[in-house]
């Protein structure tokens, strides 16, 4: 007998029918109050050496069919450690592994999450840092609390430099980025940290919509609002999240924004920029080439060989995070995106793009940052 159950934070499946272990059809739920589908998280217990075999049936109906080719499924007896299941397959309608269970249970996922509750330990931790403050900016449409840390002080002459991530929930790559981004800022206590911090005061939003994330869904919030197409005109009802954080922006200023995020179909690590942005032409296009050129030295992740086609001169549209903020800062701000599948300009066999790897990128981007932290 197989039992399986979504009903834990960032849980996302429907029991089509489980009566055979061979034959075990499943669908991934909608987003609330919306059409986007394609995270999955959930748990199976079986009896221990059960071999079982599933299928997600609706696959082919989801958001970015294109996203499972080539993928794997990723999966967990712990919670800590994710890894492949090797045998997983997509043939333009369902998406079927199978896995032999070694222990009563197994967690599977789209990608390796990061809990709600991780969050907060990381709030909680941030905060104990004498140069670490913290404070809501408001509450999102379930009233949970959007979260800033500062980090660093504000002094004149300082650049002020916005990361924020988790506008799509279903994409947890973006909160291990934040967590090695804030490791090395907070806890690591190394030379670069003290150098960038004498340079810059940082604010961080690191999980800009917590309750999709606890809802387990791919790109809305609770209203069924896709955060990143909200930044032309924040509703305080609707998008409550984007509201308070581009109000906050107005408030304090901005020279860089990096808004992280993870992407379906492409096995690659890249930036989308500004292309479109009127103004780009000049300074901005000189900055984000520098910044680019200056990530590429220091990560064999990144690359800019392949990525989303650039907009035309003028062209941008105004409603995603980095456009608008290039916009309306005349600032470099940046969208990053990173894999659900391997990179593959960088294989990790049997794990795929993983935790680890976002929290490295996290790291190399300060690296890059440092480079071109004084001309912004």
């Known amino acids: 007998m197989v039992s399986i159950t979504q009903h834990f934070d960032s849980g996302n499946i429907e029991v089509v029918d489980a009566s055979d272990p061979m034959d075990i059809r499943l669908a991934i739920r909608r987003d609330t109050g919306s059409d986007f589908l394609q995270w999955f998280h959930f748990r199976a217990s079986a009896p221990v050496g059960a071999q079982c075999r599933f299928r997600i049936v609706n696959a082919g109906q989801t958001s970015y069919p294109k996203g499972w080719e080539g993928y794997k499924v990723r999966r967990s007896d712990n919670l800590d450690d994710w890894y492949w299941v090797e045998e997983t397959a997509f043939d333009g309608q369902e998406l079927v592994f199978s896995f032999r269970f070694d222990r009563p249970s197994c967690w599977f996922a789209y990608f390796a999450p990061y809990s709600y509750e991780r969050h907060l330990f990381l709030m909680a931790s941030a905060q104990q840092l004498p140069h670490c403050g913290y404070r809501s900016l408001g509450q999102t449409v379930q009233d949970r609390d959007i979260d800033l840390l500062r980090v660093g002080e504000e002094l004149p002459g300082r650049k002020k430099v916005w990361l924020i991530g988790r506008q799509h929930p279903g994409e947890p790559q973006a909160s291990w980025f934040m967590e090695g981004v804030l490791d090395q800022l907070l806890f690591n206590d190394d030379a670069l940290g003290h150098h960038l911090l004498d340079k810059a005061v940082f604010y961080v939003v690191p999980h800009m919509n917590p309750d999709g994330a606890v809802l387990g869904n791919l790109r809305s919030n609770a209203a069924g609002v896709n955060l990143n197409r909200a930044w032309a005109e924040p509703s305080p009802v609707d998008s409550p999240e984007v509201f308070h954080v581009l109000a906050e922006m107005d408030l304090v200023g901005l020279d860089f924004l990096l808004d992280v995020h993870a992407d379906e179909e492409l096995p690659y690590v890249f930036v989308s920029g500004m292309e479109g942005v009127p103004g780009y032409a000049g300074r901005l296009e000189g900055l984000q080439s520098a910044f680019c050129q200056a990530w590429l030295r220091h990560s064999p992740d990144f690359q800019t060989e392949r990525g989303y086609k650039p907009d035309p001169a003028g062209q941008a549209n105004l409603s995603i995070a980095s456009n608008q903020v290039a ?27 993983s935790p680890n790897d976002c929290m490295a990128l996290g790291e190399t981007f300060l690296l890059a940052l440092d480079e071109i932290l004084d001309r912004l």
Do not use: D, Q, V
Not at 331 to 352: C, I, Q, R, S
């Open 327 to 353: 916009h309306r800062f005349g600032k470099l701000a940046l969208t990053l995106e990173m894999p659900f599948k391997e990179n593959a300009n960088l294989p990790n066999p049997g794990m795929g793009w």
